[in-house]
């Protein structure tokens, strides 16, 4: 018999009627190749499994203790018995100490290692013969357990014959728009020369009115042998009817792309109905993809053709422009109908699980509102940033020769191997966490080393500086537009499980709030002339989200007062008057606040304010006395996601949260802190996007000028005419406040400025 197999356990049945072959090597083993490779015959390898242990089964094996360590060992001694029973002798004092102290876990680690051979099994030797799987149970059981990567090797069903046509001809292209016009709903898409949409050119568009057929109008293809196509200034000016007309429903994968794209041309699409991403969001957030690749797969047992099929990959992809012309009708016509199809299965599970309201009040309009933001953009001093950039040179010179005069020596600072050795071996600090390649130099790990040695902050303040400079200060006036002047970010509508946005390219939510730094670089974004920048920021909003849920009357109390809820939470906790409550106190309450919403344990608060497990226990002990619906509240969230499996929002947003099944408690603990989080953050993410959608619409139905821009977590960003800068607070505050009622008040704090500093 030979067993196939990589895994070197499976070396211990090794045997006169049994080998192993390894097919990552090659390589076939009998008894003698076993001794070659462990020293010992293959009736002692669990010997020395059971002292090195393995990490992928978890076995732990003796702490210090390698595989040649191991085999040395057991060659010398023949068993773990015989070697524990005589550990006295082993010369080594750290490794006889070892097994002195961990004698019972190195028998426990060869029990786990041992493969039982004489476990009764019946076997029918003809049902292990292979046959041809059940395609349906085999999927079925693949979408239940979430292995959307393997959905690809599943024989696949036969498909319905699909039409694709390409539209070359003017009496072709008009019977297509008359098609369009009078359908009621279609699917689009637009192909293009860039993924960055403010910069694409049109290469064509494909529609879908019903399943399985298609139509690609190629436009501009310049590959060899293209036939003579439509203008895009003709196809556009004939389309824009349709696209402008609300009575007619349009369906699209990723829309916003589409929607910037032809919004280039002068083309504003009305009647914005369904994006599939968006329903794949709302119906699973934590699901790993929302392409239309995977939603096709998962929901229509579809493999679908890719750009980098059409296109290719790395050095030898070339643009759609030169794609040929069949090649595209079926990748862009495929796209369009899988779209629609996808739109027909994912409507009514929407519908199901109370997400409809959801999607078509908050998601859908929300990304019209993201659109406009995107397109406006923000202007950004690149003359500002240059100057700051020569200054941070300067710093991190500085930083650089200080760092070196504190290690003794010069280094690769941006080494973690080589800032290890400096820390843990040349300075001899106390390392607190290991990695799989030596101890960890990370935040967490510097932060508490500071507190023995000055090098480690420095450290922080190097990798801050040297962060902030390459991915804003020296980064942003690359990322100008030169046709607008402005920095045009991405806002993501389906990353973050909790149901916040999110942007990239670049990325402005992690510019840091309170550091000189940070409030140096948001001095670059600045507002255009005769304008300014108004910041409306939701005041401690998941605290008073905290207060609704829970209905605690103390909380409630606290913010119907109007009173500083950390001062109070700090009074209440301590049993102190308010007027005693010193600002270290305040300091303290704050966190405990924060981190009841975040579900932090004794361990992690103590972390964060400084002081001992036990006195943490006593802050939150004491918290949870004062304000008791809260522990309510958090307990039975817990306890609901437990038997339901997910959690909700104020609004009806779910996440599901497997991790509370897992039987890793470490992992049970992170699902209970999602549990508490998220209806939590999801409530104060669903009330800003309610906000921007009203904001944007009174913007419209009020002929003003201004301009929403960004939106950073609690914070919205306008850039406001000074003319209109009265009008617009009291806009904003009024849609902000008054975007749900609460069981406490809802507060915007607003500031305005010619730069975003200024305006924060």
């Not at 426990?108 to 046959?131: F, G, Q, T």
Request: with cysteine; aromatic share 6%; glycine share 6%.
């Amino acid at each position: 018999m030979t067993v196939v197999t990589g895994d070197k356990d499976l070396l211990q049945l090794v045997g006169k009627n049994i080998t192993v072959y390894d097919t990552l090597k090659e390589k076939i083993f009998e008894p003698k190749d076993v001794e070659e490779r462990f020293g010992v015959g293959p009736d002692r390898v669990v010997e020395i499994m059971g002292l090195m242990g393995d990490s992928s089964d978890n076995i732990p094996g003796v702490p210090g203790i390698g595989e040649k360590t191991a085999q040395a060992l057991i060659k010398e001694f023949g068993s773990i018995e015989n070697l524990l029973s005589r550990a006295e002798t082993i010369k080594k004092p750290k490794l006889r100490q070892s097994l002195i102290e961990h004698a019972e876990l190195a028998r426990l680690s060869r029990e786990l290692a041992r493969l039982h051979a004489d476990v009764p099994i019946s076997i029918d030797y003809d049902s292990l013969a292979v046959k041809t799987p059940d395609n349906a149970a085999l999927l079925a059981l693949l979408r239940e357990l979430e292995f959307p990567s393997l959905l690809k090797y599943v024989t696949q069903e036969p498909e319905q014959a699909r039409t694709y046509r390409t539209v070359l001809e003017e009496r072709e292209f008009e019977e297509l728009v008359t098609l369009l016009s009078r359908s009621g709903e279609f699917s689009f898409d637009t192909e293009t020369t860039s993924l960055d949409p403010l910069q694409a050119e049109l290469v064509g568009m494909s529609f879908a009115v019903s399943s399985h057929e298609a139509y690609y109008v190629p436009l501009c293809h310049i590959c060899p042998g293209a036939p003579k196509q439509l203008s895009v200034d003709h196809a556009l000016a004939r389309l824009k009817p349709v696209f402008t007309d609300p009575a007619v429903k349009k369906v699209g994968q990723n829309m916003k792309y589409d929607l910037l794209v032809l919004g280039r041309y002068g083309v504003k699409v009305r009647g914005i109905h369904f994006d599939p991403m968006i329903a794949s969001y709302l119906l699973n957030p934590g699901r790993p993809s929302h392409g239309l690749d995977a939603l096709a797969l998962e929901f229509l047992n579809c493999k679908i053709t890719t750009y980098a099929d059409v296109a290719g990959t790395g050095k030898k992809q070339i643009r759609f422009d030169q794609v040929d012309v069949e090649a595209a009708t079926r990748y862009s016509g495929e796209d369009a109908d899988i779209a629609l199809r996808l739109k027909q299965v994912l409507e009514p599970r929407l519908k199901d699980q109370n997400l409809e309201r959801l999607f078509r009040e908050i998601e859908m309009p929300l990304l019209e509102v993201l659109v406009d933001m995107e397109r406006t953009g923000i202007k950004v001093d690149a003359g500002f940033l240059e100057a700051m950039s020569r200054r941070l040179e300067t710093d991190t010179a500085r930083i650089t020769a200080k760092i070196y005069e504190l290690a003794g020596t010069e280094f690769n600072i941006n080494s973690p191997k080589q800032l290890a050795d400096i820390l843990f071996v040349k300075l001899q600090l106390t390392p607190t966490k290991k990695t799989k390649t030596g101890f960890s130099t990370n935040v967490d790990v510097l932060e508490d080393l500071a507190r023995f040695h000055p090098l480690p902050a420095e450290i922080l303040q190097y990798r801050t500086l040297t962060k902030l400079k390459s991915t804003y200060i020296d980064a942003l006036p690359a990322m100008i537009d030169p046709s607008s002047g402005r920095v045009h970010t991405s806002f993501n509508q389906t990353v973050t499980a909790t149901g916040r946005l999110s942007s990239s390219d670049p990325n402005l939510q992690n510019i840091p709030i309170r550091t000189d730094i940070g409030r140096q670089i948001r001095q670059a974004f600045i507002a255009e002339k005769g304008a300014s920048l108004l910041s409306a920021d939701y005041s401690q909003i998941e605290l008073r989200v905290l207060a609704h849920l829970s209905a605690d009357p103390g909380l409630v109390r606290t913010f119907l007062e109007d009173e500083d809820i950390h001062t109070r939470t700090a009074s209440e906790v301590l049993g102190l008057p308010l007027e005693e409550i010193t600002t270290e106190m305040r300091r303290k309450a704050k966190a405990v606040n924060f981190g009841i919403i975040y579900g932090i344990s004794a361990f992690g608060l103590a972390q964060d304010i400084g002081v001992s497990n036990s006195e943490a226990k006593r802050y939150i002990d004491s918290y949870f006395a004062r304000y008791p619906k809260v522990r309510t509240f958090l307990d039975d969230t817990i306890q609901s996601a437990k038997m339901q499996g997910y959690v909700t929002t104020l609004f009806g947003r779910r996440r599901f949260i497997p991790e509370l099944s897992s039987s890793s408690a470490p992992v049970r603990n992170f699902g209970e802190r999602m549990a508490v989080n998220t209806p939590i953050q999801g409530t104060a993410a669903d009330m800003i996007k309610i906000a921007m959608i009203r904001i944007s619409e009174r913007l419209v139905r009020e002929d003003l000028r201004s301009r929403m821009i960004l939106q950073v977590h609690d914070e919205l960003v306008f850039e406001v005419p000074d003319s209109e800068i009265e009008p617009m607070k009291r806009l904003v505050k009024e849609e902000m406040e008054g975007v749900v009622k609460l069981l406490v008040p809802v507060k915007v704090e607003m500031a305005t400025g010619k730069n975003w500093d200024e305006a924060h």
